[in-house]
């Protein structure tokens, strides 16, 4: 590996190395230094980011022996994870602090989830995007139970580690089938060997098990239920990362495996993922109608929201990406911010997540509420929104796609959603409050409430640069 | 081919021949060792027809009441893994001599044998490969024998093997990096080049720190004093504390042919093998410049013998450390294993590989 | 030759004698159940519950950091036997990839993991 290639690889290089270095700094340094430890964590998320700033316009590349590919598709990956991983971390700090799980540990498996799900966005190769997988799951794994003395938490890990190694172990066969088919994992010489004349007759069968293992990853239905009771007993700031990050990784990884490895088998891989949309829309908007815990009710709602991306990779066209890519930044920012009231509101041992605990919170905390409504309300579509803006794009590149039923069902489902995020709604602002006592927030939340509410009018209102850099990330995926 | 197979079948019969009857010897070994380091007379009452020979023919007597006791499975528990365990125990554990050479090629009627059973370039991975297997006939025996001493002992044993065989495992790291192969064989070979024109280039000149290690671990990992934890039989007797007849004695064999194997892993390695100080395929090559011929076959007999003399020889050491040494405690053997010997012979990694690349 | 020939050969012969010795102890020795016999050896009181179940957790510990390790040291081995090819380019790769290994063991040491009080 020449230094060149070596210098693409920096970001990486650091988020792991300090992954290293924190995972070292709780045991060897003394309790007084709790600060500096997710203050290491974000500066290496900053610096990771700023080493990718170096490598935008250099046009894409790939290293490794074609196992990586640096293009404009893996930096806005990149660079979305950064985000995540960063705000999570801020988001936890004050959390974990009140839990009494505040320990070096938790960012550097923050640090090495990111670098987990970067690879994925960088692999072009099934066995790297295997090992994405792995660094990822593994990291989450033990982030779900990081409250260890806590049932909850306990429990979710340990669903989450038995069916995650379960699907690991059928993405693996997937892509034992698929290399068996095409002799080779790197997606280049697995396309070359789907147009030369006929498909293999592995490579379906290995498509199916591929599917199944990324479709366990992102929660799309039948293969989600394990995400409302991992995403409810997990440590709320953990259930905020895995719910954007995890999901952004694997939606990454899928559409460079279908769009880059097996264009020959778009007939196939679109009807699948055509009934997957759907029932994962509809399933994860049904049952989020009936949760009264709003953890799990934004768990179902991150199902429904994984069956409305699913419609861009449908499309299988460039706009049909170009949405999905700005329908994630969307969906990360409404996200994060909900999962931010969220755990600033569940009060010691994470219990308060109630839909009474939200009553009148409009009175007790107006600046919270509003917040919160404004991301309730992009997750729910309301035009003004940069949730309406997503939507719109995706449904929109659906129909010019020619998938006219699959765009009307996503918006009827839609309709569906608007009443469970309004009945949140309408606990804060039309129900008296049980006792009222201020709820405090801390400060970097609320900075990060406010540039979200910013993020996502600017988002509904005036989406061009951000719709323009989709695109242009796009053209890395070919 | 027929001559293949033939000469593949004798070696075989060679080598467990040996190493069975090597076996059973240090069953009697063990016992006149302690009597005589114990100022006792040890084992000398059976007899055939008059004739003691020392009490050799204990080892017969022995082997017959083996065979000819109950065969006792625990009514609780596994009957299928509880008779598993010591055929896996032993199967392994002689397995292992398969890859172990004891002689250069021999040239019989115009046709080469390579005096190794199985000539493999990763022979020392084989090795591994077959002591790691034999851990689940010790850990098997402990949870089928529905039986809390067992249940420890099994445990005690599996961890502390899997322990030690790390270490064992990086300890002759240094050495593969000198020879630059695998291949027992190929470093049995290596090891006849000389030193400044007169120090045999043994392992264990080349690696003396490695050779202590290696020492050390290959002890613990036969499971036997000061490293016989899992079967103290003041305390908690063992894994095979449910085992009776022969099946005990499948346990009571391996442990005697897992220590003939770590005997003949360091004269192999370290001692060179089958090597003879100065004999070279034509006959000896002193450094005076002297020089004695000898026949092709008287050689290659030199060979072997040297390495059965070797081997005895690490026996019969293994054995005085067995007998001279007081038990380690659990925590105290596991500190030993992991927070000395593991970063040592990590330590002695990294110098023999810089020193290496600087003689380079 | 084929080295599965030898190989096999070793197997057959080995298995052959292993099971002359078990098949010969349950065939040649008595077989008379006592209940008193049929109880676990537990220094000759009653025995009360049952073997196995918990254990410590430092076994658990112990059987993960074993994995690492002989992971670590399977890429150990083929290094080793080629590392004068290598050369410095491999004596760093390794150096780097044992530091990290190496940052995950002071871990496990400092946090207790290797204490069996």
Partial sequence: MNPDELFLLVP???????????????????????????????????????????????????????????????????????????????????????????????????LTACSGMSLMAMSADLILTFIGIEILSLSTYILAGFKRRDIASGESSLKYFLLGSFATAILLYGIALVYGAAGSTQYQAIRAAAAAGEVPALLLPGLGLLLVGLGFKIGLVPFHSWIPDVYQGAPSPVTAFMSVGPKAAAIAALLRLLVEALPGLAPDWTRLLWLMAVLTMTLGNAAAL?????????????????????????????????????????????????????????????????????????????????????????????????????????????????????????????????????????????????????????????????????????????????LALAGHSILGLK | MLFDVTAVLAKTLLVLGAVLGLTSLLTWMERKQSAVMQDRLGANRASILGVRAFGLVHIFSDALKMFFKEDYVPPGGDRILHTAAPCIALFFALMSFAVIPFGDTLTLAGRDIPLQVLPLNAGILFVFAMTSLGIYGTFLAGISSNNKYAFLGGLRASSQMISYEITMGATLIGLLMIF???????????????????????????????????????????????????????????????????????????????TILIAALIATLFFGGWQVPFLQSDGFHLPGGAHLALGHLAVVLLQAAALGLKVFFFCWLLLLIRWTLP?????????????????????NIFVTAFVLLLLR | MNPLIPLAVMALLVAGIVALFILASVFLGPGKRHPVKDTPFECGIPSEGFAGGRMHIGYYI????????????????????????????????????????????????????????
């Fill in chain 1, 12 to 110: 990486q290089s650091i988020l792991l190395g300090a992954a290293v270095l924190l995972m070292l700094m709780e045991p060897f340094s003394r309790q007084a230094g709790r600060r500096r430890l997710r203050m290491v964590a974000v500066a290496a998320v900053a610096v990771a980011a700023y080493a990718l700033r170096l490598q935008w316009g250099l046009g894409p590349r790939s290293i490794g022996g074609g196992m990586i590919r640096v293009d404009g598709f893996s930096l806005f990956f990149q660079w979305l994870f950064l985000v995540i991983t960063g705000l999570s971390a801020v988001l936890a700090a004050d959390f974990n602090q009140r839990e009494g799980i505040d320990r070096g540990e938790y960012y550097a498996l923050l």
């Fill in chain 3, 62 to 117: 112990m059987a993960m950091l074993f994995v690492v390790f002989d992971v670590e040291l399977a890429f150990l081995f083929p290094w080793a036997a080629a590392l004068r090819g290598l050369g410095w380019f491999g004596f760093v790769a390794m150096f780097l990839f044992i530091a990290v290994i190496g940052a995950g063991f002071a871990y496990a040491w400092k946090m207790g993991a290797l204490e069996w009080e």
């Fill in chain 1, 290 to 466: 009936v949760q009264s815990n709003v953890k799990r009710m934004l768990a179902y709602s991150a199902i429904a929201q994984a069956g409305y991306i699913l419609v861009g990779v449908v499309a299988n066209t460039r706009e049909g990406f170009t949405a999905i890519l700005f329908y994630l930044v969307v969906y990360t920012v409404m996200n994060l911010m909900a999962f931010g009231v969220v755990l600033s509101l569940s009060g010691p041992g994470d219990r308060r997540v109630h839909l009474e605990d939200y009553a009148g919170l409009a009175r007790r905390a107006p600046f919270v509420a509003a917040a919160l409504g404004v991301a309730l309300l992009a997750l729910a579509g309301i035009p003004l929104t940069g949730g309406f803006m997503g939507k719109f794009f995706l449904f929109g590149s659906a129909v010019k796609a020619g998938f006219v039923g699959l765009a009307v069902i996503a918006v009827l489902n839609s309709v569906l959603s608007v009443y469970y995020y309004f009945r949140l709604l309408v606990y804060m602002y039309m129900k008296d409050a049980p006792q009222g006592g201020a709820e405090s927030i801390s400060r970097p939340v609320g900075a990060i409430l406010a540039i979200g509410v910013f993020l996502i009018l600017w988002l509904g209102v005036g989406p061009d640069r951000f």
């Fill in chain 2, 327 to 347: 038990r380690f405690r659990y925590d105290q053997l596991m500190r030993f294993g992991w927070k000395f010997l593991l970063p040592a012979s990590i330590l």
């Fill in chain 2, 180 to 258: 630059g192969t695998l291949d027992l064989q190929e470093i049995n070979r290596a090891q006849g080049d000389l030193l400044w024109g007169w120090l045999p280039k043994w392992g264990v000149v080349l690696q003396p720190f490695g050779f202590l290690l290696f020492l050390i671990a290959g002890m613990a990992e036969t499971k036997r004093v000061p490293f016989d934890l899992p079967e103290g039989e003041s305390e908690i007797v063992g894994y095979f504390v449910e085992y009776s007849s022969m099946k005990f004695g499948a346990f009571f064999m391996t442990d005697f042919i897992e």
